[in-house]
Every structure is written in C-alpha cells, then in structure tokens.
C-alpha cells in the first residue's frame, strides 16, 4: 500500500485520538453493550472522562447511550454503533499499518548498521 500504486493509505480516525474514547471503544467492540461503571472499571477510566468519551463518541455517532432503571436506580449503558463498529475496525487496520510501516523502518536501520 503506497502512494505509487494508487491505493489509499489508510488513515487513523481522530475520533480515538483520545485514550478514554480509544479505550471504551477497544472495550464495547467486544460487547453488544455495557453498564457505565463496568466500562470506567475495565477500562481504568474515571467516570467524569468516561462521560466526556461516551459524549464525544454519541456525537461522532459511534456510540449510543441508553438510560434505564434497575429497580430505582438510574443506569447508563453504552453500545457501539455499526458506524462506530466499521469506523474503530478502519482505525485498527490504519494502526497495524503504521506499526508494520514502523517496524519495517526500524528493521531497515538496523541492517544497515
């Protein structure tokens, strides 16, 4: 994948420029949905970041947020949206690609001393 063959490179979404939206995104893509404090513990994020993250990411409509109660308790949950679910998978694919690209750069360097 090179500019000279025409193929587009792939490029890294914006959107998970930011670890909490990275990491709640890495976590709700193993999961059809989850309840807000399990994702702020799993993912070590504070609940005020995690808040901030689930906002960022139900903008860019890539995640949505549902409300509810258990008995008379509020709950949040959050799902990754299909967009959402294409958009982190196109991420992945653009940062194993940076890795490889890195990688070869560092191995290249390394022959050639």
Known sequence: ?????GARLPSVDEVFSSLPRL???AFLAGCDEAE???IAEATDTSLSALSKAATQL????????RKGHIGRRSRTWLALTD?????????LDALE???ALARDSVNASEQGN
């Open 23 to 25: 990491k709640v995104a």
């Open 58 to 65: 139900e903008e860019a409509a890539y995640a949505k947020v």
């Open 97 to 99: 690609y940076l890795t």
């Open 83 to 91: 967009k959402g679910r294409q958009a982190f998978a196109a991420h």
């Open 36 to 38: 807000f404090k399990v």
């Open 1 to 5: 994948m090179n500019g000279a063959t």
